[in-house]
C-alpha cells in the first residue's frame, strides 16, 4: 500500500504560523468515514456498539466525533470514567474493562452505571463487598490459557497473560454471579494485539460463542453480549494491507449464525472495544528537522522526541515517515532520525531510506492516532504537544494546546519553590 500523508506540506505551512510545531493532528474525514464503515459492517447484529478504547486516545473531541457514530467509551481507569461522564456518555455507554482494579474505581464506575467487565474471579466478592451488591449485568473476562492461532500463525500468548478468568472460574464465576441477583452476561476477551488478517474477529467470536453455549447450558444464565474488545491492526508498514472491517463483520455474521443462532441465543449483541483501529492511522505526528548530524551514521534531529510517540522507543515500532513536500522525491538517502532525549533509543526510525531531508523540513510521522499523545510521558523535562484537528472544509482546530513549564510543575505548586520559576 502507498502510504500518503492526509496534509500536504502547504497545509502544515499555514497551520505552523499559529501553532509550532512538534504537534499530533488528527484526520476528521478519515475518523468518520471508518467509523461510519465500521458501524455498517456489524449493523446486521441488533443490539452491536462499539466501546472506543480511551486509553489510545482519550482526546474528548475527537471521542465526541464517534459518539456521533453510536460509539460507548470502554474505560480502563477512574480517571478516563471521568472524561466519559463529564462528556455525557454514561451506564451501559460505558464499558469498564480495567484488572487490579481499586475499591474506588469499581464505586465510581458503579455510580455511573458503566457495565463492569471483572478481571478477575476474586472481583466478584470483592465488588460486592465494595459496592453493596452485584449488579444486574455484568461481564467476565475470559482467559483460555496456551497460545492463541490465526492463519497458522501464533498471534499472541494468553497462558503468559495476567488477564481473566480460566475456563473453570467461568463457570464458576457466573454460577456465583447468578446466585448473588446477576441476570444479564456478558464474555470479554482480548487475545492478540494490532492483528490485520481479516480471519482474527471471526476466529475469537467462535472462541467466545462456544463458550457462551456451554456457559448457558451449565449455568442457565442469560447471555447478553459478547465482547470482542480491540485488537484490530492497522498497517503501519506500507507493505501490509488494511483490515477490511466488512469482510471482518461479514466473518462474524456467518460464526453468529453457525454458533448462537442455532443455540436459541439469536438475541446476543456483539460489542467492540477498538482503539487503534478507530483511531491509529487518523492522526500523524508533525515535527520539524531541526538538526542534522554527521559521524559514523547520518542523524536527523528533530523538534519532537519519544515523550510525543513512545512506540518506536518501547517497542521497536515502526512508523512511517513523510518528507512533506518530498512525497516523489527518490528514497537515496539513509537516515537516523532521532528526538533528544538523552536515550539512545530515543530514534523515530533508524536506517530509513528517506529523500534527503534538509533543517526546516517538516515531517509527518504517520499513525500515531492510538497510543500515541497517549502513552506520552515527562521524561527530561520534556512538555506534551498540541493536538490539532484537521476538519473536514481543511480548517485547523486545536483541540488541546501544548503543555507548558508551568503544568510540568504544577504538582509543586503548594511549596515555596513553586514562586521561583520563571515561567
Ligand atoms: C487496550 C485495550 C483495548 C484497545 O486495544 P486496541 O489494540 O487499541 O484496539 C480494548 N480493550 C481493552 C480491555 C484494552 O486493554
Not at 463529564?86 to 464505586?107: C, L
Not at 496456551?146 to 464465576?173: H, L, R, S, W
Not at 483541540?399 to 515555596?416: G, H, N, S
Amino acid at each position: 500500500m502507498n502510504k500518503t500523508a492526509f496534509v500536504s506540506k502547504e497545509q502544515i505551512e499555514e497551520i505552523v504560523k499559529e501553532f509550532p510545531t512538534p504537534f499530533h493532528i488528527y484526520d476528521e474525514k478519515g475518523i468518520r468515514a471508518n467509523a461510519q464503515a465500521m458501524k455498517e459492517a456489524f449493523a446486521w447484529n441488533k443490539g452491536f456498539k462499539e466501546y472506543f478504547a480511551v486509553k489510545a486516545n482519550p482526546n474528548p473531541h475527537l471521542i465526541k466525533i464517534l459518539n456521533e457514530y453510536g460509539c460507548g467509551c470502554d474505560c480502563s481507569s477512574k480517571t478516563e470514567l471521568m472524561l466519559s461522564k463529564a462528556m455525557g456518555i454514561t451506564g451501559s455507554d460505558i464499558m469498564f474493562s480495567s484488572n487490579a482494579t481499586p475499591a474506588e474505581e469499581f464505586e465510581y464506575a458503579a455510580k455511573l452505571g458503566a457495565t463492569i467487565n471483572l478481571d478477575d474471579f476474586t472481583h466478584i466478592e470483592f465488588l460486592e463487598k465494595t459496592i453493596g451488591y452485584i449488579p444486574e449485568t455484568i461481564s467476565c473476562r475470559y482467559n483460555p490459557g496456551g497460545v492463541f492461532e490465526v492463519c497458522n500463525g501464533i498471534m499472541d500468548n494468553p497462558g503468559d497473560a495476567k488477564y481473566g478468568f480460566t475456563p473453570e472460574q467461568m463457570v464458576e464465576g457466573f454460577k456465583l454471579l447468578k446466585a448473588k441477583g446477576a441476570k444479564h452476561f456478558g464474555i470479554h476477551a482480548f487475545l492478540a494485539s494490532n492483528v490485520v488478517q481479516n480471519e482474527y474477529y471471526p476466529m475469537l467470536a467462535k472462541v467466545l460463542f462456544e463458550l457462551a453455549v456451554k456457559l448457558k447450558e451449565e449455568t442457565g444464565v442469560h447471555i447478553a453480549f459478547v465482547n470482542l474488545s480491540g485488537g484490530i491492526g492497522i498497517p503501519y508498514r506500507p507493505d501490509q494491507e488494511p483490515c477490511d472491517i466488512r469482510a471482518v463483520g461479514e466473518g462474524v455474521r456467518k460464526v453468529y449464525e453457525e454458533v448462537l443462532v442455532p443455540a436459541g441465543m439469536d438475541d446476543v449483541a456483539i460489542f467492540t472495544e477498538l482503539g487503534r483501529f478507530m483511531m491509529g492511522p487518523y492522526g500523524g505526528l508533525v515535527t520539524k528537522a531541526v538538526h542534522e548530524k554527521h559521524i559514523h551514521k547520518e542523524y536527523i534531529g528533530c523538534d519532537a522526541c519519544a515523550v510525543n510517540l513512545m512506540r518506536p522507543a518501547m517497542y521497536g515500532a515502526y512508523h512511517h515517515i513523510t518528507v512533506l513536500g518530498k512525497e516523489d522525491a527518490p528514497c537515496d538517502h539513509k537516515y537516523d532520525i532521532t528526538g533528544s532525549l538523552c536515550e539512545n533509543n530515543d530514534k523515530f526510525a533508524i536506517d530509513r531510506m528517506l529523500p534527503e531531508i534538509e533543517k526546516g523540513d517538516y515531517l509527518f510521522i504517520h499513525d500515531t492516532g492510538a497510543h500515541g499523545y497517549a502513552m506520552g510521558y515527562n521524561y527530561n523535562g520534556k512538555l506534551k504537544s498540541a493536538e490539532i484537528l484537521l476538519r473536514e472544509d481543511g480548517s485547523a482546530k486545536l483541540i488541546r494546546r501544548a503543555e507548558t513549564p508551568k503544568d510540568y510543575y504544577a504538582t509543586l505548586d503548594c511549596f515555596d519553590i513553586f514562586e521561583k520559576f520563571d515561567f
